[in-house]
């Protein structure tokens, strides 16, 4: 249920939609695709990790306590309404929202919509609850960082560097002591302030009837209150001048690796129709990490790991947030590679891309972008899960990336390269073993 980092910008083209918003607040995304007796209903919460800096680690919690219980579901209820009608439920939480959703049979849309109005105007948290939890997410933790190689020291050390006042630096999940911390914090208030409907994204894809679930959708959630807009005080990061480099020994890594991360000017938000000069800066920093890093014949691992073989593995994560964008990029060296060589022959190969990008190498990226996007779509849950974020991040459900990547020229990307991909503008960690 706990998701590292924000997945990049929505890889679909334009799909028919009807998007409406509730008296009390709530937006409402419909999709329609009658292919197969299927639907996906899912709630998108503007609460993240960056929403409880005083006690890191909430929000996650929060996610595990609105499968517990509720007025009218009893504890370890919700996941069996949910299998016993041939269907699937899940959530994550990231430094911006949390996502919830139920995948079913079509003829099951009036349970998905009852699930969700539940868990939005009735569930109850306690204590009790808490520390169930709290064990649950002590064990999540222990499997998902402690004892991964390379893991804890990406979720954990990278944001303190990258951020020294904004709460993007803290983890999702907390520490050990802020997990066993929880019930110390007012718990009530937060389910209060941030699971209501103005807070709220609903999302329903499939096999639907437009008349009908409009009808269902103002039965369950028409007349669940309004509450408070929950305020968040944006902090300005100052600018990155000079390189940060750490060096972390990590017990659980068998081949030294290095991390390095670039991290956009500050934004308060990337709204489709008010902030168009960083909504382009990130669209084409989104653009750029496919361009480096996307299929095998991509500037950085054609260079390292077939070309020079100085790498075993080469990745990357573009993180689109709400205040900042982060592009990481991860490698791990043959064996008896020098670090600082590693990350030598990345950054000449960076600068390589910024002189040398042409055409054909755009229009390569956007095939390969097109084909990801047959491949995605073919997911009814893909489609509710981007629909929202889209949504949530640009104030955009329906965005037609591939036109956009389209529109762009060679001079746009290679004037977002010199600006962010810069040595003096970034983190470096080496990871030793």
């Known amino acids: 249920m706990y998701l590292l980092s924000s997945s990049s910008i929505l ?23 009658n292919t197969n007796p299927l639907i996906v209903v899912s709630m998108l919460y503007h609460v993240g990790s960056k929403n ?29 309404y949910v299998s016993s009608n041939g269907g699937q439920t899940n959530a994550y939480t ?30 109850i948290i306690d204590l009790e609850s808490i520390n169930a939890e709290k064990k649950i997410i002590q064990v999540e933790r222990s499997m998902i960082y402690d004892n991964k190689p390379y893991l804890k020291i990406i979720s954990e050390k990278l944001p303190y560097l990258l951020f020294k006042k904004h709460p993007y630096k803290y983890s999702i999940i907390g520490s050990s002591e802020n997990i066993n911390n929880f019930h110390n914090y007012d718990y009530k208030n937060f389910y209060k302030t941030y699971y209501v409907p103005n807070n709220a994204i609903l999302t329903i894809a499939g096999d639907l009837n437009l008349e009908k679930v409009k009808y269902l959708i103002n039965t369950y959630f028409e007349t669940i209150p309004k509450g408070k807009t929950p305020q968040f005080n944006f902090i300005e990061e100052n600018s990155i001048f000079k390189e ?26 990337i709204n489709w129709d008010k902030n168009m000069s960083s909504l382009k800066d990130v669209l084409l920093l989104n653009f750029i990490s496919k361009l480096l890093l996307n299929g095998e014949s991509s500037f950085l691992r054609k260079k390292l790991i077939h070309n020079k073989k100085i790498a075993s593995f080469i990745n990357y994560s573009i993180s689109i947030l709400e205040n900042y ?59 509710a899960q981007k629909l929202a974020e889209n949504k949530f991040l640009f104030g955009k459900s329906n965005i037609d990336i591939i036109s956009l990547y389209k529109s762009f020229t060679i001079n746009d990307i290679k004037q977002v390269a010199n600006k962010y991909l810069q040595i003096n503008k970034r983190v470096r960690l080496h990871i030793k073993i």
Request: charged share 25%; with cysteine; proline share 2%.
């Open 244 to 269: 940060i480099v750490h060096t972390y020994k990590d017990e659980f890594a068998s081949i030294p690796a290095v991390i390095i991360s670039y991290r956009t000017n500050a934004y308060q938000n």
């Open 325 to 383: 964008t982060i592009l990481t990029i991860y490698a791990i060296g043959n064996k008896n590679v020098d670090l600082n060589k590693l990350t030598e022959v990345i950054d000449e190969e960076i600068e390589n891309f910024k002189k040398n990008l042409s055409e054909k190498d755009i229009e390569k990226q956007i095939n390969f972008c097109e084909t990801n996007y047959l491949i995605n779509n073919l997911y009814m849950l893909y489609r």
């Open 52 to 80: 409880n800096y005083t006690c890191p680690g909430l929000s996650h919690c929060f996610e595990h306590l609105m499968f517990q219980k509720t007025k009218n579901i009893k504890h370890g209820e919700f996941f069996k």
């Open 11 to 33: 890889d679909i083209k334009t799909i028919k939609i009807y998007e409406y918003t509730l008296d009390n607040g709530l937006t409402v995304i419909l999709h329609q695709d």
């Open 94 to 123: 990231n430094k911006d929202f949390t996502f919830f959703y139920e995948m079913l049979p079509s003829n099951n849309l009036k349970l998905a919509l009852w699930l969700e109005s539940e868990r939005m105007r009735n569930a």
